[in-house]
């Protein structure tokens, strides 16, 4: 348990080195910077669900032979289902949007926003939480190397998302500490589901190819309902696709060179 602590947190610090950037820039991104940033972290989370948790969870069950898909294949439906589960019952407002999401609620615009940005963490510390479960159980598919990949990988992109809630949230009014807490607070759910899916994990350890896949299925779920969107929205530009490359080529580097 103890090798997994500095995996998990990574990912919750490079959220929080993000909300920083509210110390010290003026305003909200540019249309073009958010694009960039949103395809960015949709191409690392494609990446990651592929190398760091699908393929991993059909080489464990390699001895189901030509049905070696079919644990990939619950946990990732399981996955796509939990987050459609969680987007309808959360309200929330994703970026660029005119209406929330979820149920009526009388919460603040600004608070369904970072709901938001908090609800896709979730997957997110889940599947670091998957891969060091993994690593501590002994599977062979896993390496060190590979689970502190994945968390890089996780931080690279949660610093802009960092900045995508502070800055907004300062803009609109709140002050530069208010914003940069709640920026850091929208990252909090990573360590702390991360945690559970460790805990889940040495309960049932047969169930390791599910939880890989289902942290997959959440991930893609998020990039296909939320990320791809925003980083396409409004006049036509190629810098979302661009960006999406980059952080996919980045995250595959990483997870096979490190692991």
Known sequence: MVQAIPGLLLPFLGTAAGAACV????????????RALTGFAAGVMVAASVWSLLLP????????????FFPALIGFWGGVL???????????????????????SRLTRVTMTVLAV?????PEGMAVGAVYAGLISGSPEITAGGAFALAVGIAIQNFPEGAIVSLPLSAAGRSKGRA???GVLSGIVEPIFGL??????EQFVPAM???LAFAAGAMIY??????????????????????????????????????
């Open 57 to 68: 969870a059909i080489e464990q069950s390699a001895t189901w032979g030509r049905f070696s």
């Open 23 to 34: 110390l010290f820039l003026r305003g909200t991104l540019g249309r073009g910077v958010s």
């Open 180 to 182: 940069f807490l709640s």
């Open 222 to 259: 998020v990039v296909v309902e939320e990320l791809i969107p925003e980083a396409s929205a409004g006049e036509h530009s190629d810098l979302g696709v661009l960006f999406f490359s980059v952080g996919f080529t980045v995250m595959m580097i990483l997870d096979v060179a490190l692991g």
């Open 82 to 104: 939990f987050l459609l589960l969680l987007d309808r019952v959360i309200p929330h407002l994703h970026a660029g949007a005119s209406r929330a999401e979820g149920p009526h």
């Open 209 to 211: 190819p599910y939880l």
């Open 118 to 122: 908090t609800l896709h963490n979730i």
């Open 196 to 201: 559970f899916t460790i805990l889940a994990a």
